[in-house]
C-alpha cells in the first residue's frame, strides 16, 4: 500500500485518493516478510483499526470506488485491451476462520458477473494422478476478473505435509512450485493476493461449536474438522514454513488476525481495494468512431 | 406466485410470509399465458408497483430472505442432501435491455459463492459443429446453485431465426427441443425462471446513445447493436413466437416491461424471491450427532 512507501506499486491517481479507512501503515505489519512469526500475531489484535463502528462507515463509502475499479478491470477484458489484467485473491486458514465470510461480505459488493470463484476440496483420484498444480491452473482467473480461491494449492504443502500424504521430498518440490507458478501468474498480468485467516485455537472452539450446536449451520460442520484441530500445532508449523518460503515480493502473504470478523473482512477490503488502486484501471478506449456511431443510430 | 391461486406452486411456510413488496397478483399478469401479445405489452408501465421509493424500500427490506433462502438451497447441497434442488434464471432482450444489470443489482444482494453465471455469445466453430444445447448443457446450475444465463438457448430460436442462420426446420425442431430440455430440468430438481426483458424502441436508442456518448459505456458497445436494431419488427416477431410457444406452466417466461430499469429489477426480485419461497427450503438435518460431537470438541 503506497501510503507508507514501501511498496512499489503506487496508487498514483488523484482523482479517486479518499483516504483508505483502514490505517494501512499499520496493517501493513499484517505482510508477511523477512523474519515473521506466526506465533507472535495475536489472532485478537486489530492492527490499524480500533474503531469498529468508523471502520465499517468509512468501509461502506468505498464500496463504489472498489465497485467502479473492479468495473473498470472488467471492461478492460471484455473490450479485449492486450494483456488485459486480472486479480486472484487467495483465501487460507483452519477451519472456521472465516474464509466463507469474507467471500460473501467483501465480494459481495462486487458486481457477481466479474468474479470466478473457485473451491478446493479433498482432490478427487482424477486430480491426484496429476500434479498438484493441474487442477489449480484450470481454475485461474480470466483476464478482467477478479478469482478467488477458497483454499488452493497451499492445501498441498499444508494438509499434505501434516498428514504426511506426500513424501517429504515431493513437499520440498512444492514450495518452489509454487513461486514459480505465481510469478508465472504476475508476469502474465494476474495480481495475486495471499490471505492467511490466523483465527485463535478457543475462538475456533466457539465457532465450532456454533456449527454444532445451530440447525442453520449444521450444514458448515464436518466431523473431520476436530481430527484437524487435534493436530493445530502441527498446522501451525506447516503455516509458518509456508508463509515464510512462499511470501514473495510479488506475491506477498497478508497474515490477517481473524478473531474478529469485522476487522478481517475491513482488511481483506481493504488490501482487495489498495490491490485494484495500485492497477492503473482506465476505462477502454472506444473501438469504434463515435461521431459515425451517432449517425448510424440517428438514422436506425 | 401463490397469492391469487394461479400457481400450483405455494409458499405455503408461514414463518417468513411477510408481504412480498410488488403486488404480485398484478405482475403475475406478466407471465406469459395463452394469447399473449408482445405489441401490448407497453414497456414504460409498471404493472404492480406505481411507487419506486416505496418498492425500493420494501425491497431492500427482503433481502436477508432471499440471501437465507438461497444459502439453505446451498446448504442442502453441501450437506449432500440427496435431489438437492437448484434454480436457473434466463434472461432474454434486445441490447441495452438491462440484462447486465438485473445480474449486478437482484443477484448482487446474494451470496455469490452459490451464482453460477453463465453468458452465451456468438456460438464458437466447436459448439456450432454440437446440437445448439451442448454448449447450453455444460453450463446449467449444480444442486444448490442459482444458475443465470446472460442470453441462452433462446438465441438459437430469435437471432437465428431472424438472420437465417440455421434452416427453418431446424429453427422449428427447437421450440420443441427447448420445451423438453426445460422439462427434463425441472424433473432433475431445477427451477427455471425466464425472463423477457421487454425495452422499448426508443429507450434503446436512448441507452445506446449513451454507451456511445460516455467514455465508460463505451465498453458496452458493439458497432453490430445497431445491425440489430435495424431487425426491431422481425425480432419482435421471433420473440413473440418464442415465448409464445416455449412458455409451459413448468417454465413459464415472464415478459417485464423494461424502460423503467428500477421497475425491472424489483420485478425480476419479486420473482427469485417468490420462487424461492415456494420450494419449501429447509436448513438440512445434521448429518451428526451433536451431543457426540459436543464431547470431542470439549477433549479437543
Known sequence: MAKNGKSGKSSKKGKK????????????????TAGFKLAEVDPDSTPGLSD?????????????????LQER??????????????????????????????????????????????????PTEEELAH??????????????????????HYEDVLVQRVRGMAPPEEIERRYDAI??????????????????????????AKRLLERIDRPDKHWKYNEG???????????????????????????????????????????VKAILLETLRGMDLEWPEASFDPEVERARLAAS
Request: hydrophobic share 40%.
Open 52 to 68: 469498529r463502528s468508523v471502520g465499517e462507515e468509512l468501509f461502506v463509502a468505498r464500496d463504489a470506488e472498489l465497485a467502479e
Open 225 to 267: 474438522d476436530i481430527d484437524e484441530r487435534e493436530l493445530w500445532d502441527e498446522y501451525a508449523e506447516a503455516y509458518q514454513i509456508a508463509l515464510e518460503r512462499t511470501s514473495t515480493p510479488e506475491a506477498p502473504w497478508w497474515c490477517i488476525p481473524a478473531n474478529k470478523k469485522w476487522y478481517a473482512r475491513l482488511i
Open 131 to 152: 500434479d498438484f498444480l493441474w487442477r489449480i491452473r484450470k481454475q485461474v482467473p480470466k483476464p478482467g476478473f477478479i478469482g478467488i480461491f477458497d483454499r488452493s
Open 73 to 122: 478491470m472488467y471492461a478492460q477484458a471484455r473490450a479485449d485491451v492486450p494483456n488485459a489484467p486480472s486479480v486472484l485473491v487467495i483465501l487460507q486458514g483452519m477451519d472456521a476462520s472465516g474464509k466463507g465470510g469474507i467471500v460473501r461480505h467483501v465480494f459481495g459488493s462486487v458486481d457477481p458477473q466479474g468474479l470466478q470463484i473457485a473451491s478446493f476440496k479433498r
Open 17 to 32: 485518493a479518499q483516504p483508505n479507512p483502514v490505517d494501512l501503515a499499520e496493517a501493513r505489519r499484517l505482510e508477511v
Open 179 to 204: 513461486i514459480d507458478f505465481e510469478r508465472e501468474l504476475v508476469e502474465s498480468g494476474t495480481r495475486v493476493v495471499k490471505i492467511m485467516l490466523h483465527v485463535g485455537r478457543d475462538e475456533q
